[in-house]
């Protein structure tokens, strides 16, 4: 019996301590942001979601999957560079002046270099004879 009663007391204490508890009284501190918020990503495409993504997407995705695009990086000019060698060996279409600064300028906006990511390209006069070349 006396052993229930201890129980009590104690269910008694813990419930006094739970209803004392105060309201949070203090607005919530949500801590600034420090840097501008990521763009949400197409799920479809795995493109950031702002500018002209869905100029990419539409020109961009025909032939192979978005994700040679977003693993890639680069400057405005690399970029460009990617986009005369498509055209030149992989049949990319030409694209109007401001369509395609309108690209470069996500590109490279979205998917500037990173010290992470793969170095540029070494640039062709460097570079040794290419024995299977039908060009030399
Ligand atoms: C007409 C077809 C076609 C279209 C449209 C196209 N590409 Fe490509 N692209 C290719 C082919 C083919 C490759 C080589 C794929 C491979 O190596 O497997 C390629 C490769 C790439 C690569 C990888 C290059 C590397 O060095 O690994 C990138 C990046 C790329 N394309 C970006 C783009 C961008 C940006 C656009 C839109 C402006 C685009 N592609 C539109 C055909 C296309």
Known sequence: MRHVAAMAAVAAVLLAAC??????TEPLVVPEPTA???PALD????FKMTGDWELVRGNCTACHSAK??????GTAQ???TMIRWMQKKQN????DPETESRII?????NYPPSDAQR????PPDLMPPNPYSSEN
Do not use: C, H, M, N
């Not at 040679?68 to 990086?73: A, G, S, V």
């Not at 300028?105 to 906006?109: F, H, N, S, V």
């Open 19 to 24: 209803s004392k508890q105060e309201p949070a």
């Open 92 to 95: 990319l279409w030409v694209f």
């Open 119 to 122: 170095r540029a390209a070494i």
């Open 105 to 109: 300028t996500y590109l490279a906006d």
């Open 36 to 38: 501008a918020a990521e």
């Open 68 to 73: 040679l695009i977003t693993q890639q990086r």
């Open 78 to 80: 690399q970029w460009l």
């Open 43 to 46: 799920p479809v495409t795995g």
